[in-house]
């Protein structure tokens, strides 16, 4: 799936294929707990821009660590390989927070 992270339309959540219902208790509660760490982290960082558009630039790059956590427990239920997942951080990396792998 591929979004610009702003306009998330009826569409786009159709074609997101994950059934929560295949998700024990214990992992629902970890998601919630990870969300609401992430909003704290978010509304923590953001910074005050005030153009027309927006009034706050939310810092995703510095949430990146419990974005993490969301990846370990969706790499579980997509049966990703350690590669993968690997992959998938190192796109974060260099692409969302504009920096190499050092």
Known sequence: MVSDGWHITNKDLSTFRIDFNDFTDDIINELDIINKELILNLETNKKEV???????????????????????????????TEEEVNYLRYYNIRYRMNSELK
């Open 50 to 80: 005030n153009t027309k558009q927006t009034n706050f630039e939310y810092q995703h790059k510095k949430a990146k660590v419990i974005i993490d956590k969301f990846d370990n427990i969706f790499a579980d239920y997509f049966f990703l």
